[in-house]
């Protein structure tokens, strides 16, 4: 038995940070990973799916390039070895990177292995035993697989497996119409594929409201992406050359089929019934508002409590605990503000609630919309897809929620984030002086719309 101040399951975008401030203050502390360090962020998520997005775009603005009066000779052609390797780059840099900091860090020990709750303060990993009085599990989630008929008797892919693709898929079926398969979606269209979107939903990205998945669907359809949506009867089978896809509607082939339905936290095997720890129907680990479970002395961090699936809700949740366990705080994940953004092109920035969110919580809600065709940055660009969304409180003229799904969105959505969470009224921004040309700069213009 070996004892540690605290004990870390996962080397996601929580825990490590976490361990590395303890390990910092002298305390001992043991980061357990299974795989690899920097979790579903560095190594299947944000880092190269973002830098494929890159790739994908560069290709896209040269094809676009007469347009701005800029001749490029023949056609543009994807080097699908280099887009990949280049994202494989990005992965192992920030992994080594990881990897150099943490060994620089005298009272830390990285073990990488699988880990498995003995008791609520014991820890076995690689024949070992580990104790101590915190343990803080931070062990993410994978792609969620649906048992359709077929499927396991196919080669499939999922948002882990097409990043090593070193290859252009003739036809890419895309089974699922949320954020992760629409940016694969575009990316690979973009690259060359011909791609169909096969929805079970009524409409793309459901979470968000009719008038953004509609515009959605537009961006992607004027692309060329072939979207089906109310899809059921999903079925597979392996022909001579290609995976046939049945639905309610046909039978089509395809070359490439990426399952991109949801995910499922990774607590499917840590012997937490061991622990006492309490899990949700989905498996999530139920977590309190300051992140506690239900077993004294263990937390749980990033995707896996399900309060949140992106790599700053995560890293929140790292703040939160630092905050309340090692600075005196009192911080509460309820007070969180949840943004995030789709990194379709043009990208989708939101915050707060949607205005189906806020009329079904019975405010008297205020709503303004502009068009992107109106914003002089965009008309500037040639980049004038998509509109700007603003919902407000009448009474209280807090800003409840804003939808900006148009160029360089998920960067001019901070201003409100920054506005929300510091609880500024909106008259205030309406006379704010924004720089111009910038996209940011129609805030005070969509506050004066409210209505």
């Keep these: 038995m070996t004892s540690f101040d605290a004990i870390f399951i996962g080397a996601g975008q929580a825990g490590p940070f976490l361990a590395a401030r303890m390990a910092a203050a002298g305390r001992k502390v043991a980061l357990i990973e299974r795989k690899y360090l920097g979790g579903t962020c560095v190594n299947a998520g ?10 994908a775009r560069a290709a896209h603005v040269a094809r676009r390039a007469g347009e701005y009066g800029v001749v490029v000779p023949g056609e543009i ?3 699908m070895e280099a887009v990949r390797g280049r994202a494989e780059k990005v992965t192992l840099d920030a992994r080594k990177g990881l990897a150099t900091w943490f060994d620089s860090l005298d009272s830390m020990s990285v ?3 699988q880990a498995k709750f003995e008791n609520p303060n014991t820890v076995v990993v690689n024949g070992m035993r580990l104790t101590a009085p915190q343990v803080f599990i931070n062990v993410g ?9 077929g499927l396991a008797d196919v080669s499939y892919l999922t948002s882990t497996s097409i990043i090593q693709l070193a290859e252009v898929p003739r036809h890419l079926v895309v ?8 940016e694969f979606a575009q990316m ?3 690259f060359g594929a011909s791609v169909t979107i096969l929805e079970r939903g009524t409409r793309l990205a459901s979470r968000e409201d009719d008038d953004v998945s509609s515009a959605i669907a537009d961006i992607l359809q004027a692309e060329g992406i072939a979207v089906h949506t109310g899809v059921s009867g999903l079925s597979f089978r392996k022909t001579a050359d290609d995976i046939a896809v049945t ?3 046909g039978t089509m082939n395809a070359s490439h089929v990426l399952i991109a339905t949801g995910r499922r936290p990774n607590t499917d095997d840590l012997g937490l019934e061991e622990a006492g720890v309490e899990t949700d129907d989905k498996g999530f680990i139920v977590v309190d508002n300051s992140l506690s479970t239900n077993v004294s002395g263990i937390w749980a961090l990033g995707d896996c409590n399900g309060r949140g699936a992106f790599t700053h809700t995560s890293y929140n949740d790292f703040e939160i605990v630092a905050a309340n366990l090692l600075d005196g705080c009192n911080r509460k994940l309820s007070d969180r503000i949840l943004a995030y953004a789709l990194y379709i092109d043009p990208p989708l920035g939101r915050v707060g609630m949607t205005e189906r969110q806020a009329r079904a919580s019975g405010r008297q809600i205020l709503v303004s919309t502009r068009p992107m065709s109106r914003v002089g940055r965009a008309v500037e660009k040639g980049e004038t897809q998509g509109f700007m969304k603003l919902i407000a409180d009448a009474e209280t003229r807090q800003i409840l929620g804003a939808a900006i799904l148009g160029i360089e969105g998920d960067e001019a959505i901070h201003g409100i984030i920054d506005a929300m969470n510091a609880r500024t009224p909106y008259p205030a921004l309406q006379w704010s002086v924004p720089i111009h040309p910038t996209v940011s700069e129609l805030v005070p213009t969509l506050i004066g719309d409210l209505r």
């Excluded at 944000?46 to 790739?55: E, H, Y």
């Excluded at 989630?141 to 008929?149: G, K, L, Q």
């Design 46 to 55: 944000c880092m190269p799916t973002k830098t494929l997005v890159a790739s």
């Design 77 to 79: 052609g994807i080097d």
């Design 111 to 113: 073990i990488y292995g």
């Design 141 to 149: 989630a994978r792609p969620s697989i649906p048992d359709y008929p």
């Design 175 to 182: 089974i699922g119409g949320s954020y992760i398969g629409l």
């Design 188 to 190: 690979y269209r973009r």
């Design 247 to 249: 639905t309610n509607s």
